[in-house]
Each structure stands twice: as C-alpha cells, then as structure tokens.
C-alpha cells in the first residue's frame, strides 16, 4: 500500500502489516523535529505532486518485495501543515525475520527521500524556507 | 501550448500551472526556453518529469502530455 493523506494512523499501518507469515515487523515513523540547522522549527509544510509521488513509490516498495521477499510493504507520506511532533511519514515492512525487515524498512525510506516528489518547508519564528537537501 | 506544472519552490516563483505558448519538441527545448524565461530560477537543479515519469534532455514531448518541474525533492 502507498498513500499520501492528510493525516496519518500509526495503528491503522501497524494493522495493515499483520501477516501470519511475519516473524519481524519494522516500522519507521519521521516526525516534525522543533530544530534545524540551530533554528527554531515552528510547523512544516508539504506539497506533493500527488500522481508521481504514488507512481514514485509503487517503482520503490515494489523493488524491497523482490529484493527481500517481503510479506508486506507500506509507505505512507502526509501532505499540508504539520506541527512539531507530527507523524509525516511512515514506510514499515512485514518479513519473515528481522534480517530482511531493517534493512528492507531503511531502503524503504532512504529512496523515498531521493526520488518521490514532495516538498517540505520549515517555518522558523522569524521567516521560512524550502528544504532542497536532505540529511 | 503546454501546461507545465509546478511544485515547492518553483510554485511560488511560476505559480502552480505554466501556459507555454510556443512549439516544445522535447525537454531540452522546454528547459532552454525556461531557462531564457525565468532566468531568476537554478534550473540545472530542477527536474522535468512527462506523464509522471523522470524526463531527459532527449525525451520527447507532445501534446497532451503531462509536464511537471520538480525542485530538490525532500519529502521525509
């Protein structure tokens, strides 16, 4: 399943990953930080180019099931404004055991930041910006 | 015509749709007119995605076809 919502469950993903077959179950929940760069974080927001972000990540979940035999894969990302300690994205992985669940999980993740096309900007006290490199 | 979409910070200069009123072969031709155009904006680091797919500077356009810019990406 991908998805880019308004808001996301954390207990509807972990639901959505049950599988008999699943001995190891890895989940990875990114958060609005309050700090950036030894700035003061206020709120984020995000703008998505909807259809190719769901294209973009269909191509990535699709290469972690093959590459690790994963039961099931989810990557989930929020659109819109966003406060401090809000879940934003959300990829987790069911395999049969833990070897296969982190790493698969940390790719997972990783390609999402290179490759699908969703923007954040960070609001600071004083001003704002769009993030163009991601750590 | 094309309509060429634009997202993030692009977006903000551009604004969200683009009407091009001239004869685009293929990406290359549309980033040298964007270039000429919008000159304010770093264009070697925007993408250019047809039909929701990474385009390259060969890669056709017609008409109809869905064109997006598309800034550094940071989702995450």
Known sequence: MVQ?????????????????????????????????????????????????????????????????????????????EKQIGDPVVVVGVAAAHRKEAFPACQ??????KKTVPIWKKEFFTDSSHWVSQTP | MIVVKAFGQVKEVLGSELLVNKEMTDVKSL????????????WSTVA???????????????????????PPVSGG
């Open chain 1, 107 to 112: 790719f997972l993740i990783d390609e999402l």
């Open chain 2, 31 to 42: 980033r040298e007119y964007l270039r000429n155009e919008y000159p304010t904006i770093v």
């Open chain 1, 4 to 80: 880019i919502v308004e808001h996301i469950d954390l207990n509807e993903v972990y639901k959505q990953l049950a599988d008999p077959a699943a001995g190891g179950t890895c989940i990875f929940v990114g958060t609005v930080r309050d700090h950036s760069l030894g700035n003061d974080v206020t709120k984020l927001n995000f703008d998505t180019y909807d259809t190719m972000a769901i294209s973009e990540m269909e191509k990535i979940r699709t290469t972690a099931i093959e590459k690790w035999g994963l039961e099931k894969a989810i990557m989930i990302h929020a659109v819109g």
């Open chain 2, 48 to 70: 250019i995605a047809v039909n929701t797919q990474y385009a390259h500077d060969p890669d056709p356009i017609s008409s109809g076809d869905e064109i997006a810019l598309i």
